[in-house]
């Protein structure tokens, strides 16, 4: 059974995300005294009493604003006020009752969710402070006195919570879930992809570049499998990071790759092919990732009959860094060929886990090794005695040998392409490690 939702919301700057931090146990949702940081909803998992719940965090609510990103921001919001089970409202201590809280409570009992109202920065040990109970009289029955920064009170914030949620039910097996990150530079239609996945408006699009910063997931089910996309900031050129926000972002997105299994690295179509793009597919690349490469907004890319096999060609000479990669057409708007990107995310994470037995590795190499001589120098010529796989994710070979300095990155390179040209491997990254006898 899936698990239980609860959804965390309140106006802007009243510690919602170091709340949802400190409940998750992790800095997931980036935390600064500037309002509006957060805007998309982010989940995290918890647990209290042996009960497993998943925490929404949520942009500040504001009602009448004519601002794009605030109106989205309240949607986002909204959204997660009508998929949760229970919702925790956190107000200010320090700020007393507004008028933003009272139109923000006035919402939550419209949704007839069960709420648990929490006062947030009650630093101080001991008693409430008297404005403290000013609080009943946003009528949400008894709030909870809690320090987020501290963590205090969050474990009767939690007991209130888990009063509210459903029975649990006997787990079935889940199948795999293949982990997708969608990388690259701003304003190439990352969420706009997400939410054509989704199916559902699951992150704020926007032409404005720097929208998205926390690293979004959404979990998709369909006919191909069970697939988590994240929504990453866009990377920009290290020189044009100067926000404190946007390097926060960068880092998120940087953990997005870490925690993935496959990255698709989006390319604007009617920009083509940049230097920056080249940096973020070579951030995915050191971390050894399943990788395709999604020319996106093919839609309204002026075409003739030669156009996406000149454009691939083109794409292969500027990523020939990373020549496995498959190269796919896309149009996150208009769901051109997203069935086939859902075929390609499984068929390149299904490379990237392949395993190769070391009898079949050994006949490549004495097949290899006899149509290319290994290299020689000063009359020492090397010896590849056998080779063996010693890791997945990615595919990782180690060859003993006599002389390691006499291994050199081109016959590494041509041993790389008899074992793609054998087994496949396409869409993965390969890696050798190269080990002298004698060697530990």
Not at 247 to 258: D, G, P, T, W
Request: charged share 25%.
């Amino acid at each position: 059974m899936a698990k239980p939702v609860v959804a965390v919301v309140g106006r802007p700057n009243v510690g919602k995300s170091t709340l949802f931090n400190k409940l998750i146990g992790k800095r997931m949702s980036i935390v600064d005294d500037t309002p509006g940081v957060t805007r998309d909803r982010i989940y995290g998992d918890a647990e209290w009493c042996g009960r497993q719940m998943m925490l929404i965090d949520t942009g500040g609510i504001e009602q009448g604003t004519d601002d794009v990103i605030l109106q989205g921001m309240r949607d986002q919001a909204q959204l997660a006020i009508e998929m949760a089970n229970a919702i925790i409202f956190v107000v200010d201590l320090k700020s007393g009752v507004t008028a933003a809280d009272e139109d923000v409570a006035a919402m939550l009992q419209k949704s007839g969710k069960p709420i648990v109202l929490c006062v947030n920065k009650c630093d101080k040990i001991g008693e409430p402070p008297l404005e403290f109970y000013e609080f009943y009289n946003l009528g949400l029955g008894d709030p909870v006195a809690v320090s987020s920064v501290h963590g205090t009170g969050t474990g009767d914030l939690l007991d209130e919570v888990i009063k509210y949620l459903p029975e649990e039910e006997s787990d079935e097996l889940e199948s795999e879930i293949i982990n997708v990150a969608i990388i690259g530079k701003p304003n190439v239609g990352k969420s706009s992809l997400v939410n054509a996945v989704a199916g559902e408006e699951r992150v704020i699009v926007s032409d404005i570049a720097g929208t998205t910063r926390d690293a979004i997931d959404s979990l998709v089910e369909n006919e191909f499998g069970r697939f988590n996309f994240t929504d990453t900031a866009g990377l920009r050129r290290r020189s044009k990071v100067d926000d404190k926000l946007e390097k926060y972002s960068v880092i998120r997105a940087k953990m997005a790759i870490e925690r993935s299994d496959v990255c698709v690295i989006m390319i604007d179509g009617t920009d083509g092919f940049t230097e920056q793009d080249s940096k973020v597919a070579g951030l995915a690349l050191e971390e050894g990732k399943a990788c395709i490469i999604a020319v996106n907004k093919w839609d309204i890319v002026e075409k003739d009959g030669r156009t996406m096999d000149s454009y691939r060609r083109s794409l292969m000479n500027d990523f020939s860094f990373m020549s496995f990669a498959p190269i796919i057409f896309i149009s996150a708007k208009t769901g051109q060929r997203l069935d086939r990107l859902f075929e390609l995310i499984k068929y390149v994470h299904t490379q990237n886990t392949m395993r190769i037995s070391t009898g079949k590795l050994n006949d490549i190499l004495a097949e290899s090794t006899a149509r290319v001589q290994p290299p020689s120098d000063k009359g020492r010529r090397l010896k590849i005695y056998y080779m063996t796989q010693a890791s997945t994710k990615p595919p990782t070979f180690v060859c003993f040998c006599n002389r390691a300095d006499l291994f050199h990155f081109s016959y590494q390179r041509y041993l790389e392409n008899q074992i793609r040209s054998t087994f496949g491997l396409e869409g993965t990254p390969i890696r050798f490690v190269i080990r002298e006898r004698g060697d530990k």
